[in-house]
């Protein structure tokens, strides 16, 4: 269920105020970016379908319930696009796979070039589903519910490609000394 | 929780983007911005284009000099540029 902050704001965009509806980007933004670069790999394609996502989502206000959390839709819809564009798209990731590497070493962020590099492996090694429902759900961003709805999947393999994805990712980790 | 659970909960927070980015935000509003825009020169075309259809079919019944032709073509063009300045320079977004 959509919370009532984030409702109210709906309500107020759905009216045509700018002011709201860039106060849900605000507080979506992050877990919709995470999602589709835990997919994608390249931080730039991925924020620009994040943008495409939000601007699909204001023209379709209209039609959001509120049956559903804002960040479940957001990221419902951020996964159709992400689809829609997998076809250049993974193949381009497949590509700049050797320059994400490399970029994953140079970045100053805290852990180790050698388990960012694997976890990135790792990820790619997963199934679509299964990465989409890891990227959902492994750090909190979405209950089991709310990725079955945004991905259209059943509750059942939805837990099932979080728990054999996580298991997935931990053994390869875990086999790194 | 395992070593290799606490590596994978760092890495996993590790790679996320910043909690507010103004730039993102500005850049979406923008897109949104120029979705309006192209929402309303479509319009706009399609009336022109309603308009010079409706025009085309009635011309068989009307009987009109080539002055007062040229006289309705010149004022339909004035009414037509100024609705669509004055449709294009409304506020799009509410301030608040």
Redesign the interface.
């Known amino acids: 269920m959509t919370n009532e902050a984030d409702a109210a704001l709906v309500a107020a965009a759905r009216a045509g105020a700018s002011a709201a509806f860039g106060a849900l980007v605000d507080r979506h933004q992050q877990a919709v970016r995470a999602f589709l670069r835990r997919l994608a790999f390249d931080p730039a394609e991925a924020d620009d379908l994040a943008q495409e996502t939000f601007l699909a989502a204001w023209e379709r206000l209209s039609s959001f319930r509120e049956q559903a959390s804002v960040r479940s839709w957001l990221c419902g819809i951020a996964w159709k696009k992400a689809k829609g564009a997998r076809r250049s798209w993974f193949r381009g990731a497949a590509r700049d796979g050797a320059y994400e590497a490399q970029a994953a070493l140079e970045r100053p962020e805290c852990g180790s070039p050698e388990d960012r590099l694997a976890l990135e492996k790792a990820l790619s090694g997963l199934p679509l589903e299964q990465r989409a429902c890891v990227a959902l759900c492994l750090g909190g961003e979405l209950s089991h519910a709310d990725a079955a709805l945004a991905l259209g999947l059943p509750l059942g393999t939805v837990k099932s490609h979080v728990t054999r994805g996580r298991a997935r990712l931990l053994d390869l980790l875990g086999g790194r000394p | 929780m ?4 606490a ?2 909960e ?12 103004a730039m ?2 500005l ?3 923008q ?2 911005e120029r ?1 309006r825009m192209m929402h309303k020169v479509a319009a706009v075309a399609a009336l022109g284009l309603a308009l010079a259809v409706l025009a085309w079919s009635l011309a068989p019944r009307m009987v009109v000099t080539a002055q007062a032709g040229v006289w309705i073509a010149t004022l339909s063009t004035i009414v037509l540029l100024g609705w669509t300045v004055m449709t294009l320079r409304r506020p799009s ?4």
């Open positions: 395992t070593e290799a659970e590596r994978l760092a890495l996993w927070k590790d790679g996320l983007p910043p909690a507010r980015d993102f935000r850049s979406v509003l897109r949104i979705r977004l509410h301030p608040n």
